[in-house]
């Protein structure tokens, strides 16, 4: 199919340290992911997605950088990733990093130079202002701690911005040198062979020089969608020329946390910013056959012609989708047909396949400071013995790789049953009817005209209805 692969493709996220420790420090590790790439090759992705492994004081779990290019002792060094890229590609699986501009760790020697003094060659390499915590320079808070979002610091007698940990100091994107030496991360890692990145909260980079007061607690939807600046896009421009100048289909998947899809779009620009951004309405879209009409629809209706989509049901920031949905065995299997059926790429989240719900964990054994231990958990992989999750997630993705109107057709619904939903993808002679009951009742299904016969099913044999919660993907 001329398609890249990234649009007919399956991602599969990574968490580094619950994947497989291969060391016995309890930490999972670069060694344990290739370890399973021959798990990964059978359970059918086309790439992989790896958290943050750079070198890390670990604060945000890796998501606070102290040098874009090493890898974490944690996880191996730079041979272990060479191995890993190289051991990928021999399966034909590409490789993305996650790349996190936005902010680095207050240890990266970028932060500890701009701190040292106000007059230093890197002054102005994050944002500094002459105020105090006590009366910050604007009202956002730090995400995770809360309080304002600037911290004072002794040296220079200013403050600085963190939207997140005060270990995470925002990097200054008007600044043309942040630009530059940002940009030689992205080189350092694209000349040594992966495909392409996951780009951590990259809504967050064109922040207007004059930092604007953000809506309060009274509208918290117009609170995280007021993070839409006009001067991102420019950044996103130059960050897709760098990234298209590689060979080979190299890409990029950008964080874009607002909660508005027409918003999102504007984050692809016209083909000249993201390639994919995850769109995350669905992601908070609870087991309900409505509900999910509508958040498609909104796909549809709103995302231009030539931007495509993106699907996400589970990632390492928000309780596992099995756990969401009441962990309903029927339903979890189900969603692993929503999901892997829909117009655009879709990303597993590692462990979803074997079926896992979040992990219990209590409150003095939490690691991270925004409490998501549960999503995060090891990965037991005794449970991938015998599993019919897994059974089912390579079904399903054997009927994909069989089909162009799975991984690239167009999308068409068929009216239906109240509870239940049904559509059709297409493309050229090639179609399959997907139909998904959100209930705990048997469901009439009406199938278009033409012969049907079943390729996958959640449950047991399908016979003209669906079964309570039953998916099915016919051809
Ligand atoms: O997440 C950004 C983000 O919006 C989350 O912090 C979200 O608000 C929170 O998880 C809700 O529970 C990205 C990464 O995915 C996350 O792991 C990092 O902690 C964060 O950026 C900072 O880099």
Not at 220 to 231: L, S
Not at 246 to 265: I, P
Not at 393 to 400: E, G, P, T, V
Request: net charge negative.
């Amino acid at each position: 199919m001329a398609e890249p692969w990234w649009k007919t493709g399956v991602v599969y996220q990574i968490y580094p340290r619950s994947f497989l420790d291969t060391d016995g420090d309890g930490m999972g590790d670069l060694a344990g992911i290739t370890q399973r790439l021959d798990y990964l090759s059978d359970l059918g992705v086309d790439a992989i997605w790896l958290s943050p492994v750079f070198t890390s004081p670990q604060k945000d779990m890796g998501y606070d950088v102290a040098d874009y290019c090493d890898i974490d002792p944690l996880f191996g060094d730079l041979a272990d990733m060479d191995r890993l890229i190289a051991e990928a590609h021999a399966r034909d699986i590409k490789v993305l990093l996650d790349w996190v501009p936005n902010h680095t760790s207050d240890q990266h020697p970028w932060f500890v130079e701009s701190r040292s003094s106000r007059d230093n060659p890197k002054a102005d390499w994050y944002w500094w202002r002459d105020a105090t915590r006590e009366d910050p320079p604007n009202n956002w808070e730090a995400n995770f701690v809360g309080g304002p979002a600037w911290t004072f610091d002794d040296t220079r007698q200013q403050v600085y911005l963190h939207n997140f940990l005060p270990e995470q100091p925002d990097l200054n994107w008007r600044n043309p040198e942040v630009v530059a030496a940002m940009h030689d991360t992205l080189r350092f890692w694209l000349d040594r062979g992966v495909d392409g990145f996951r780009i951590d909260v990259i809504h967050l980079l064109g922040k207007p020089e004059l930092l604007p007061n953000q809506p309060g607690a009274d509208d918290p939807i117009g609170r995280v969608n007021f993070f839409d600046f006009d001067d991102t896009h420019e950044i996103l421009r130059g960050v897709r020329a760098l990234v298209d100048g590689y060979d080979g289909d190299r890409t990029t998947v950008g964080e874009v946390f607002l909660l508005s899809t027409k918003l999102v779009a504007k984050y692809y620009g016209n083909n000249d910013e993201l390639h994919l951004a995850f769109n995350f309405p669905p992601l908070f879209a609870p087991w309900d056959a409505d509900v999910w009409r509508k958040r498609i629809g909104r796909v549809i209706d709103e995302m231009p012609a030539d931007a495509w989509p993106t699907w996400v049901l589970s990632n390492h920031d928000q309780p596992r989708h099995r756990t969401r949905y009441g962990n309903h065995e029927g339903r979890a299997r189900s969603a692993a047909v929503l999901l892997l059926t829909q117009r655009g790429t879709p990303f597993l989240y590692a462990g979803e396949e074997l079926g896992l719900e979040d992990a219990v964990v209590a409150p003095e054994d939490m690691v991270d400071p925004g409490g998501r231990d549960g999503c995060r958990a090891p990965i037991p992989w005794g449970q991938a013995d015998d599993n019919t999750m897994l059974d089912l997630y390579r079904a399903i993705l054997r009927a994909r790789k069989n089909s162009p109107a799975l991984q690239a057709g167009d999308f068409a619904w068929i009216d239906s049953a109240p509870g239940t939903l049904v559509y059709e993808r297409t493309r050229g002679d090639d179609h399959r009817v997907v139909a998904i009951n959100f209930t705990d009742e048997p469901k009439p299904v009406l199938l278009p005209e033409g012969e049907w016969r079943c390729e996958v099913t959640t449950a047991g044999d399908f016979t003209g209805q669906l079964t309570p919660n039953e998916a099915v993907i016919l051809r």
